[in-house]
């Protein structure tokens, strides 16, 4: 699978006469060659030739992560020595080349230095072809999403009948995170969104210590990660009987959510699915409060390219998954947000979410 993936790389490395591609720790670099850490304090990378090397610079401390069967050069180094030796020997290893291709969206400054110091005569950015290479999921990648938005929704089934007066956002979310570790989840891809009565009306409201009060709206925006692989779910629940401004803003919501994703199939743009949801909450007279992107990507990270968002002319294709989730975030009054995670097939769209979008009652 690895192998496969490198070799569509240095495809595109060599159409762009790109001699060496280096990653940093992190989606990329798991992605090309199954090497699954984080960027740290302690120098790692990976390089990979336009003629099929792969070379590993990695603490030693990590050495046990890396798997035989990618059949690399391992450089290691340990804390006491310090990466400058192994750098050198990297350098040594690939030769004079003239055009090295990086991560410039996520590599930290230390690493950039690092690079400087190969001395290749050009540095580009290799971003855009790795964003393209990942935008098209294979079956099993597909097949990790699938279970993940499992997870997810059963923890979040699991977890509704302990949200009550007077518990807080905060002991909703813990429970969440709880529910989904039992079923299998790695971890969180971000931080629990519990967002109830007027924090609501915060996109990106972080669970806090307010208490959850009769008669409010709750924004429960959550994810979960297996095998890597992210799923992204919001569902927006009310406690007890809410006011009808409520109802009609959940509403709105939901044909915005459920006309988008019928809309989708290859050749839309991401644009054009935007559009409809973002024309639909507009018409009903919350078009200003709708203040965010339709969607994003979604896969080893819980953002990352296809984004449905305005003025994106990007054609929809096969294997293309992403979020659909329309919003309305009214100050004082509440939100409601209102979140499926979608592939594009051959001929329309797969929801691999199945949770209902009537509005649940507590």
Not at 217 to 230: N, P, R, S, T
């Amino acid at each position: 699978m690895f192998h496969n993936r490198r070799e569509k790389l240095i495809s595109r490395m060599q159409q762009q006469h790109i001699d060496v591609a280096v990653l940093v720790p992190g989606s990329n670099m798991y992605y090309f060659t199954g090497l699954h850490l984080k960027q740290s304090e302690r120098l790692t990378l990976t390089a990979i030739t336009a003629n099929n090397q792969l070379y590993f610079l990695l603490p030693q401390v990590e050495l046990n992560k890396v798997d035989a069967s990618n059949a690399g050069t391992i450089l290691s180094y340990s804390d006491e020595e310090g990466p400058a030796q192994a750098i050198q020997q990297l350098k040594k290893e690939l030769g004079t080349l003239q055009t090295m291709g990086v991560e410039f969206d996520t590599m930290h400054v230390k690493e950039q230095k690092t690079i400087e110091k190969l001395t290749y005569d050009n540095l580009c950015d290799i971003g855009e072809s790795i964003h393209e290479l990942r935008m098209e999921k294979d079956h099993l990648e597909m097949d990790f999403m699938r279970q993940a938005v499992q997870i997810v929704e059963e923890s979040l089934e699991a977890t509704l009948p302990t949200i009550r007066v007077g518990v807080s956002e905060m002991e909703v979310a813990a429970r969440l995170e709880y529910e989904m570790r039992r079923r299998g989840s790695e971890g969180t891809p971000f931080g629990t969104i519990v967002a109830s009565g007027y924090r609501g009306a915060l996109p990106h409201g972080r669970a806090s210590t307010k208490k959850i009060e009769a008669g409010e709206l709750i924004v429960i925006d959550f994810g979960a990660i297996y095998k890597g692989y992210v799923a992204d779910m919001t569902r927006t629940v009310a406690l007890g009987d809410v006011s009808p401004t409520l109802k009609n803003m959940y509403s709105i919501v939901k044909q915005a959510n459920e006309a988008a994703i019928a809309a989708i199939k290859p050749g839309m743009t991401a644009h054009d699915i935007d559009n409809i949801a973002r024309g639909i909450i507009r018409d009903a007279g919350y078009g200003e409060y709708f203040t965010h992107r339709l969607g994003h990507g979604i896969g080893l990270s819980a953002h990352e390219e296809p984004y449905l968002m305005q003025r994106n002319q990007l054609v929809l294709k096969p294997g293309m998954a992403f979020t659909v989730e329309p919003g309305i975030y009214v100050q004082d009054v509440g939100g409601v947000r209102i979140e499926d995670n979608l592939i594009v097939t051959e001929n329309g769209y797969e929801n691999l979410m199945t949770y209902s979008k009537e509005l649940i009652m507590l």
